[in-house]
């Protein structure tokens, strides 16, 4: 009996806390499955930049160094490109306050340009900024919710005793039967990946939601997490100061990377010149977060190998940082990824319209709320991330004026969901995402069939995200539709 009334427990804490977590948590979800793909939307965004994925270093550095010695900046940051994570080169400094240019062409020559409004990038930090919130407090909701999340996701496992038995069992047409088999095959699917987004997810800011967490290693004392910081990240090697006149130049410094790594493994370099030292990160090819660096004296150029000193649980750590962000993944596994993610998006608005279908014959005031809710969500959503592409592709409005624009669409669409069909909803956010999808071809016909002929894989991955959502919810417009004519007709 002790366990029957756990279970029964686990079960109100997996219901109620999904229900009230889930708007949430469908909203981190689908704005980070969708920034997955931040560097392809950029491109998709901004047309008009060039991509310099081809461009070599010998065009792009001196540029990039005749631009930074003229900033009497103290310290400077050069960023490749690199396959799907980076297509340009990007330059970072320091003086009074922070600035940042990309590498773009002009004609035959190449200058940095000001930093372009990176919507797909926006979009992906949405799911744990939540733009509007401050930062302290966007990342205690975070870590709150990733907490919540792996909290629903065992009970969910401990309540369902027979989930492995049924992980494949599917029975069509058995009204709410059918919704329960549907959210355990999709829970049960993916569940490694919800697992690990949600472990993870609460690492990220932990020991900023939770002082606790570092009081209890280093205690109260007002530099503790100062050492705490200080016995996480690697020391830095000390040199006297340099001038940028005098110093190691970055081609050299290339140079070294390309004799020490091989062509194409430089990601970053940072130059400290205060400190006299820079530091060259190199491409990160495993899942462990925090790729191999090497440290070069500015005055002298010696090259000082930097040893990885993590620990084991430094290492479990920064391995789950990078499987949460998948930034070391190919195409197939990327896919996988979206894949995963869309799934996690259906697995709690499942878990929604369960909640509803159990409480359907009583309809009282908390179901209409919770109805409303759905709709503002599941349907709001992704009507008005499709309007902020829309707004910022048409080049007329910026991204704060764009992101804005997300916003207030979702409010009116919200507090359109008091009085509207549910079908006229999700009809209204499929048109916009074929919209998206069909918007190149019918501005750049020619432009858009050579894309698809030659496999531009950042163009087709937009194409085929946009013509996935707009399919998807066409299909959930037809059923709200068919469900309505037939209560009609009871």
């Known amino acids: 009996m002790a366990v ?52 070599s270093p010998q065009q792009a550095l001196p540029v990039l160094q005749q631009h930074l010695a003229q900033q009497q900046a103290s310290e400077w940051r050069v960023h490749f490109p690199y396959q799907q994570q980076r297509p340009f080169y990007e330059a970072y400094w320091r003086s009074d306050e922070r600035h940042a240019a990309v590498l773009q062409q002009q004609g035959e020559q190449w200058r940095l340009a000001d930093m372009p409004d990176w919507g797909g990038q926006w979009l992906y930090q949405l799911h744990y900024r939540f733009h509007y919130f401050g930062r302290d407090a966007a990342r205690v909701l975070a870590c709150a919710l990733s907490a919540w999340l792996l909290l629903v996701l065992i009970s969910g496992v401990v309540v369902h005793k027979k ?36 472990y993870s ?20 004392a007002d530099d503790a997490r100062s050492q705490y910081f200080d016995d996480v990240r690697s020391q830095v090697p000390q040199a006297a100061p340099v001038e940028p006149k005098h110093g190691v130049d970055l081609l050299t410094l290339q140079q070294m990377a390309l004799q020490h790594w091989g062509a194409g493994q430089l990601a970053s370099i940072r130059i400290d010149w205060p400190n006299g030292m820079a530091r060259l990160t190199r491409v990160e090819h495993s899942i462990v977060r925090g790729g191999e660096m090497a440290y070069v004296d500015m005055a002298t150029g010696q090259w000082q190998a930097q040893e990885d000193g ?52 009583r309809r009282d005031h908390w179901w209409h709320v919770v109805r409303v809710l759905n709709l503002a969500s599941f349907a709001g959503l992704p009507a008005a991330i499709a309007t902020f592409m829309l707004l910022q592709r048409s080049g007329l409005l910026g991204l704060d004026q764009a992101q804005d624009g997300l916003f207030l669409t979702w409010l009116l669409l919200a507090l359109a969901a008091i009085r509207i069909a549910p079908s006229w909803l999700y009809g209204l956010a499929a ?17 858009s069939w050579q894309a698809m002929v030659q496999g531009n894989g950042d163009w087709l991955a937009v194409q085929l995200m946009a013509w996935s959502i707009a399919a998807m919810l066409v299909a959930i417009t037809v059923w709200q539709r068919r469900t309505a004519l037939q209560g009609a007709t009871r």
């Open 4 to 55: 029957v009334r756990w279970r029964q427990s686990l079960s109100a804490v997996h219901t109620w806390l999904g229900l009230l977590c889930g708007w949430w948590l469908f909203f981190m979800f689908a704005t980070g499955t969708l920034g997955y793909l931040d560097v392809q939307l950029d491109a998709w965004l901004q047309p008009e930049l060039h991509e310099q994925r081809d461009v």
């Open 163 to 198: 989930i492995l038995q049924e992980m494949l069992l599917l029975r069509p047409d058995k009204g709410l039967r059918s919704w329960l088999d549907g959210h355990n095959v999709l829970a049960v699917t993916a569940l490694p990946y919800f697992l690990v987004m949600a």
């Open 310 to 361: 993590k620990s084991a649980l430094q290492t479990l750590q920064q391995g789950l940082f990078g499987l949460h962000e998948g930034l070391f993944a190919e195409p197939v596994l990327r896919a996988l990824y979206l894949l995963a993610g869309v799934m996690g998006c259906v697995l709690i608005a499942s878990g929604h319209v369960i909640w509803l279908r159990k409480r359907e014959r």
């Open 431 to 447: 048109g916009l995402w074929l919209a998206v999808a069909i918007i190149d071809w019918w501005h750049q016909p020619l432009a």
């Open 201 to 220: 997810g609460l690492l990220f800011y932990g020991t900023s939601a939770w002082p606790a967490a570092v009081q209890g290693g280093y205690g109260f």
